[in-house]
């Protein structure tokens, strides 16, 4: 084996055998921050709305305090969040399972002001079965403590396209109609 070889074989092996709990709190913040993003980006609303209270139940301490730019008041505790969660989740998983609502999510993560913060810009299109659209966007900013969130606010919300109808979804009326 040549020196280059060689010296490639051993920054692998370092690699691999470094203990992730010697990784800097920055870097346990972005992995975290990643690992969430894609548990929720991986959660299918059409399937079932549990596994995003699964995913609360994962990666949120028990004390997280959630804001938003849009309400004055705080949801502290995880309990709470999940509550106002399923407020949400529920009509969205109905839609998609009952209406044919197609909900598509998109998240980029933004590197933050701090060694435990993390902020992502989110999108999620919702779009009826007659092709009709609906866009938000908005971006969270996580603060992260222990592989957990501990507090997350949500700014920069936008709204494109009109909201969707009952007409947009396949919804079977009494009489068997739709």
């Known amino acids: 084996m040549n020196n280059r070889e060689n010296e490639k ?3 692998t ?5 470094t203990p992730p709990q010697t990784r800097a709190p920055a870097d346990a913040a972005s992995s975290s921050e990643r690992a969430l993003n894609d548990a929720i980006l991986g959660a299918d609303i059409g399937h079932s709305y549990e596994e995003f ?3 609360v139940d994962e990666f949120y301490s ?6 938003s730019a849009e309400s004055s008041e705080p949801i502290i505790g995880k309990a709470h969040v999940k509550s106002a969660l399923l407020r949400h989740l529920i ?5 998609a399972e009952i209406g044919g609502l197609s909900v598509r999510a998109q998240a980029m993560t933004v590197a933050g ?12 299109e919702l779009m009826g079965v007659t092709g009709r659209r609906v866009r938000m ?3 969270v900013r996580r603060r992260w403590q222990q592989r957990r969130v501990v507090a997350e606010y949500h700014y920069d919300h936008h709204h494109e396209g009109e909201p969707l109808s ?10 068997g109609l739709e």
Not at 113 to 124: A, G, K, L, P, T
Not at 166 to 175: E, K
């Open 137 to 139: 966007s908005w971006t």
């Open 91 to 95: 009509p969205l998983h109905v839609m």
């Open 9 to 11: 074989n051993m920054s």
């Open 62 to 67: 028990d004390g997280v305090e959630v804001r």
């Open 166 to 175: 009952l007409s947009d979804l396949r919804i079977a009326t009494p009489n």
């Open 53 to 55: 209270l699964a995913i």
């Open 13 to 17: 092996c370092t690699t691999l055998v």
């Open 113 to 124: 002001d701090s060694r435990d913060e993390r902020h992502s810009q989110w999108s999620v």
